[in-house]
């Protein structure tokens, strides 16, 4: 890794990162700030550490906020009451959350906010849909 990397754990458990092994390899550690360890390892390469390894929003953040998986939930439900409802005329692949089950899961909560949103033009959407244009 280059000299000043700085490691975090997305994922769901604590054995992402090796940090029994970066402990070994280590020459040194240190805590720079809270939830930022400094690992220097032979050579002076520093790797810093956030969070201890562990899942970042949840170690170093506010974890999920409720108004975040509310509609985590909400998509899963209806996307689950989807596949009960259609199943059978599937493939057995993997399919993306159909639009309309986003959509409605937006439109609700922001409505659930108190926020009106606008119908997007057509050129809107036609731009939205290409790559080409944008970052």
Avoid: C
């Avoid at 490691?7 to 805590?31: M, Q, T, W």
């Avoid at 170690?59 to 409720?66: L, M, Q, S, W, Y």
């Avoid at 998509?75 to 993997?94: D, F, I, M």
Wanted: no cysteine; glycine share 8%.
């Amino acid at each position: 890794m280059k000299d000043g990397a700085i490691v975090a754990n997305s994922g769901h458990f604590n054995v992402e990162i090796d940090i029994p092994a970066l402990e070994r390899l280590a020459k040194s550690h240190r805590e720079v700030r809270p939830f930022v360890e400094e690992y220097t390892l032979p050579g002076g390469v520093r790797i810093n550490l956030l969070g201890e390894g562990r899942l970042i929003n949840l170690a170093a953040a506010e974890g999920h906020p409720a108004m975040v998986m509310d509609m985590s939930f909400a998509n899963q439900s209806l996307s689950v009451h989807h596949l009960v409802r259609a199943g059978k005329t599937l493939e057995k692949k993997v399919y993306p959350v159909p639009k309309e089950i986003d959509e409605e899961i937006a439109r609700l909560k922001l409505a659930s906010m108190g926020v009106d949103i606008d119908k997007l033009s057509v050129a809107q959407k036609r731009y939205l849909e290409d790559w080409k244009e944008g970052t």
